[in-house]
């Protein structure tokens, strides 16, 4: 599938497929074989009225030669022709255009597939060694900082707090480049090479050739082997990346983070979605992370799921499924490598509440879901479409990192990616062609605000379905007709559920 400019800021486009305005280009090539049939039908009528008028135009009258319109009809006739042959050129053209522009895509995907596995690799190379200088530079620095840093903890003193302060403003700071859509393309591709960064590093010959066939999953899933291996044979990381067995309950209460919106109570009844504003409008934003809602048509239960996105960014796996674990984990299932570790948790826990809260919810097996997440929830929601165990219909991501999961082509799967977000980018590239990816930048011209990743927030991507909703693109149109004989215009039960990991046990 190519891509196709609904407007100055919207561009829908298959996985893996270009950015230029390719099926933009075929539509008028479909308008102009559709006017080439009708002035091919004109010129015929004008050749046959003419061919009469030519067998009667020299036969005598009673009142002499009268003014035969012969060489009107011809004149007309020769219009149409010339018509014809200008339509054949301007098609033959345009479908020139569309394969030039996506071989030139392509050549330009290819080169920087090219230039990160290459640039990993170098980078890699060089990093020990680097690394090593540095390090004899900062001797000077480095030690009175540990030694002030053991002095604090010797003091009952924290300086965790400190140290994510500070991290926190150099990315304030850096939020620049951060949002950059160059930037952001830059991880995307480093997202696909991280291990030829590794390869390189440990000096394996040809890494480019060895780590192309590994991609963003395959590097998540040695991230939590290695992760599950030093933990294994006695070198504690504590719960860094360390997963564990969930529990979900229904929240009937709460606040919402908005706190103008105050949350909807658990059971209540809800019309149907309208479209894909409304989507994003119903995931959580409070004190739940899941939302479901039951739709009955003609006896038979159908179920929205409703994803919150990360709220925690630390690497340390607490009661809270929403975060960094479960989306390493979320990302690392993509990998057939994954089944094959021995070591660290096998699942993300996010994911496992989500089930569990569709489960407590009334869902049954072979029941037709849909499935909306933003950020994390977008790859819980990747991840349940992928799972030939569930009847998942339909998907939508709003910035998940879902570009690796392997979306079955029985799911009509849309993935909103912000140009100037680097989460979606952490994901890596190449979407299956089935995937249909919604592209905007969000800050066209650039962001002075206080927010880290601007792109990034649900209120943006809510911005976004709008213009989904306002499109006529045909794979926003059959999405949304898709969720009216989903719901068949049937008001649903919601419930709100929240998912935490049993304390004390490791999955």
């Not at 060089?126 to 540990?146: I, K, S």
Request: hydrophobic share 45%; with cysteine; glycine share 10%.
């Amino acid at each position: 599938m190519a891509a196709v400019i609904v407007s100055d800021d919207l561009v829908i486009s298959g996985g893996g497929s270009t950015r230029v305005a390719v099926d933009e280009l075929f539509a008028d090539v479909g308008r102009l074989d559709t006017t080439e049939g009708l002035a091919r039908y004109a010129s015929e009528r004008f050749g046959v009225a003419r061919s009469k008028l030519d067998a009667v135009e020299h036969q005598a009258t009673a009142s002499g030669p009268l003014p035969w319109p012969a060489d009107d009809l011809r004149f007309g006739w020769f219009a149409f022709e010339v018509a014809l042959a200008r339509i054949r050129v301007l098609r033959f053209r345009l479908v020139m255009a569309a394969e030039l522009y996506g071989a030139t895509e392509r050549t330009v995907a290819a080169l920087w597939d090219l230039g990160g596995a290459v640039g990993a690799s170098v980078l890699g190379f060089l990093a020990p060694r680097a690394m090593a200088g540095a390090a004899v530079a900062m001797l000077p620095v480095a030690l009175p900082a540990a030694a002030a840093l053991a002095l604090a903890r010797m003091a009952g003193s924290d300086p965790a707090p400190a140290v994510e302060a500070a991290v926190r403003q150099w990315l304030v700071e850096h939020r620049g480049v951060l949002n950059d859509p160059v930037f952001v393309r830059f991880v995307r591709t480093f997202a696909d090479h991280a291990d030829d960064f590794v390869l390189g590093a440990l000096n394996v010959p040809a890494a480019p050739l060895v780590g192309s066939a590994t991609d963003a999953p395959e590097s998540a899933s040695l991230i939590l082997g290695v992760t599950g291996l030093l933990s294994a044979i006695g070198i504690s990381t504590g719960r860094t990346l360390v997963d564990g067995p969930v529990r979900v309950e229904r929240v009937t209460s709460g606040t919402a983070r908005d706190p103008a919106v105050a949350p909807p109570p658990s059971n209540a009844a809800v019309p149907p979605p309208s479209g894909f504003e409304d989507l994003a409008d119903r995931i959580p934003r409070g004190d739940a992370q899941i939302t479901v809602e039951r739709h009955s048509v003609d006896g038979e239960n159908r179920w929205l799921v409703y994803i919150a996105g990360t709220a925690d960014f630390g690497l340390a796996a607490g009661a809270e499924t929403n975060d960094m674990t479960s989306n390493v984990h979320g990302i690392a299932d993509d990998s057939p490598l994954d089944a094959l570790r021995l070591a660290g948790a096998s699942t993300a826990g996010a994911e496992r509440g989500v089930r569990l809260a569709l489960a407590e919810a009334g869902a049954l097996p072979g029941d037709p879901i849909m499935a909306v997440g933003h950020s994390g929830g977008g790859v819980i929601a990747a991840g349940l479409a992928a799972d030939p165990a569930l009847n998942v219909v339909g998907g939508l991501n709003l910035g998940g990192p879902v570009a690796s999961a392997p979306i079955p082509e029985t799911c009509s799967f849309i993935s909103v990616e912000h140009d100037d977000d680097l989460v979606p980018a952490t994901g890596g590239s190449g979407h299956p062609s089935c995937v249909v990816v919604v592209a905007r930048r969000v800050n066209e011209h650039g962001y002075d605000g206080d927010a880290v990743l601007p792109a990034h927030q649900l209120v943006e991507y809510g911005q976004t379905t709008a213009l989904l909703d306002a499109s006529d693109a045909p794979q926003a149109v059959a999405f949304r007709e898709q969720l009216r004989e989903f719901t068949a215009g049937t008001v649903g039960g919601q419930t709100r559920w929240r998912a935490e990991r049993v304390p004390g046990e490791e999955r």
